[in-house]
């Protein structure tokens, strides 16, 4: 930069004739509302002081003008506009951002080349934004939550004979909610806090997957494989996980910590060793259900079908078994 006086200072050669812009003294002379010419790369921007310091007062921009002997401006051209050596393309999406706060940049612009821009001129509020928007883009499909959209296009572009497999997907937090899943394999899937809301999941695979605090609520369960799936908090209220056909739905090693499954029909359901500590399971149609050694202290029990259900070393401390339909023989459940 020029910190020649007859660029920058009152006190201009006496030989020569003083730039348009040059009654204008030290950097901290500029006045909020002055209007300034940039030229950027070879292209004109006409902007004011306020606009250069007023959302980014630490910027390169800002101390150019503002602050005190902190950087002193740019050499001019012939018009009296500060010479400033970057790609204009990426420089007209920073100015408008300046103005407004918004990043709108057109398609043909390169976001990564905004982005260098940004971090030269130091405008790191627009960096963060625009780090976060390509992290996001960039992001390996398996990394980012997939939406209800990518599931439909999924869902569509496979045939009918084909398996379609979401295995250690990320749905975490997806709308899936009446969507027809039979038979398909979320083994190690991240579905926690999605919406599966009468969602049809017969006969899928949910294996180890993660339905923490999911809404499952009217859901079809019949004969899914899920053992050991994490459901703590999850809402099943009202779900069926019945088969007519004998074969049992496979909930072995669940957790089902603070469930809800009122109302639920899980009559032959294999809950084996299950977590159901503090779950709601009343008026649950649970006959000839498997929930040898299940943990079901505190649980919510009344009103619940328990007839030639295996309760064979289960943990009924503090359990709610009011209202039951058929008598619990309780000499084997409690521990």
Not at 7 to 35: C, H, L, T, V, Y
């Given at each position: 930069?020029?910190?020649?006086?007859?660029?920058?200072?009152?006190?201009?050669?006496?030989?020569?004739?003083?730039?348009?812009?040059?009654?204008?003294?030290?950097?901290?002379?500029?006045?909020?509302?002055?209007?300034?010419?940039?030229?950027?790369?070879?292209?004109?921007?006409?902007?004011?002081?306020?606009?250069?310091?007023?959302?980014?007062?630490?910027?390169?921009?800002?101390?150019?003008?503002?602050?005190?002997?902190?950087?002193?401006?740019?050499?001019?051209?012939?018009?009296?506009?500060?010479?400033?050596?970057?790609?204009?393309?990426?420089?007209?999406?920073?100015?408008?951002?300046?103005?407004?706060?918004?990043?709108?940049?057109?398609?043909?612009?390169?976001?990564?080349?905004?982005?260098?821009?940004?971090?030269?001129?130091?405008?790191?509020?627009?960096?963060?934004?625009?780090?976060?928007?390509?992290?996001?883009?960039?992001?390996?499909?398996?990394?980012?939550?997939?939406?209800?959209?990518?599931?439909?296009?999924?869902?569509?572009?496979?045939?009918?004979?084909?398996?379609?497999?979401?295995?250690?997907?990320?749905?975490?937090?997806?709308?899936?909610?009446?969507?027809?899943?039979?038979?398909?394999?979320?083994?190690?899937?991240?579905?926690?806090?999605?919406?599966?809301?009468?969602?049809?999941?017969?006969?899928?695979?949910?294996?180890?997957?993660?339905?923490?605090?999911?809404?499952?609520?009217?859901?079809?369960?019949?004969?899914?494989?899920?053992?050991?799936?994490?459901?703590?908090?999850?809402?099943?209220?009202?779900?069926?996980?019945?088969?007519?056909?004998?074969?049992?739905?496979?909930?072995?090693?669940?957790?089902?910590?603070?469930?809800?499954?009122?109302?639920?029909?899980?009559?032959?359901?294999?809950?084996?060793?299950?977590?159901?500590?503090?779950?709601?399971?009343?008026?649950?149609?649970?006959?000839?259900?498997?929930?040898?050694?299940?943990?079901?202290?505190?649980?919510?029990?009344?009103?619940?079908?328990?007839?030639?259900?295996?309760l064979r070393g289960a943990n009924l401390k503090d359990a709610e078994l009011t209202l039951i339909i058929n008598a619990l023989h309780m000499s084997q459940a409690i521990?």
């Amino acid at each position: 930069m020029d910190s020649d006086p007859k660029e920058i200072g009152s006190g201009a050669g006496k030989d020569e004739p003083a730039p348009a812009d040059a009654s204008i003294g030290a950097p901290s002379s500029f006045a909020p509302n002055r209007w300034v010419k940039l030229n950027v790369g070879g292209q004109i921007y006409a902007t004011t002081i306020d606009t250069l310091v007023g959302r980014e007062p630490d910027s390169m921009l800002a101390r150019m003008f503002l602050q005190d002997g902190s950087m002193m401006p740019s050499e001019r051209d012939e018009q009296g506009a500060f010479l400033i050596d970057r790609s204009p393309r990426y420089f007209e999406p920073i100015i408008n951002y300046l103005r407004h706060g918004q990043f709108v940049c057109d398609s043909n612009i390169s976001v990564l080349g905004v982005l260098e821009e940004a971090r030269f001129f130091g405008i790191f509020s627009l960096v963060t934004h625009l780090e976060e928007r390509l992290g996001q883009q960039e992001a390996p499909l398996g990394d980012r939550p997939l939406t209800r959209n990518d599931v439909i296009k999924a869902i569509i572009q496979t045939s009918v004979i084909t398996e379609l497999r979401f295995q250690g997907v990320n749905l975490s937090g997806a709308d899936l909610r009446k969507l027809d899943f039979r038979n398909i394999n979320f083994k190690y899937a991240n579905m926690s806090h999605c919406n599966l809301s009468h969602t049809n999941l017969n006969y899928c695979c949910l294996e180890r997957a993660d339905l923490q605090f999911a809404n499952l609520e009217c859901a079809q369960l019949v004969s899914v494989r899920g053992l050991c799936a994490n459901m703590e908090g999850a809402n099943l209220r009202g779900c069926n996980f019945e088969d007519p056909t004998g074969v049992r739905t496979n909930l072995e090693g669940v957790n089902l910590k603070g469930a809800c499954l009122e109302s639920s029909n899980m009559a032959g359901v294999n809950l084996r060793v299950a977590n159901l500590k503090n779950a709601n399971m009343k008026n649950c149609n649970l006959r000839a259900a498997v929930l040898a050694g299940a943990d079901l202290e505190k649980c919510n029990l009344s009103g619940s079908d328990l007839q030639e259900a295996n309760l064979r070393g289960a943990n009924l401390k503090d359990a709610e078994l009011t209202l039951i339909i058929n008598a619990l023989h309780m000499s084997q459940a409690i521990r």
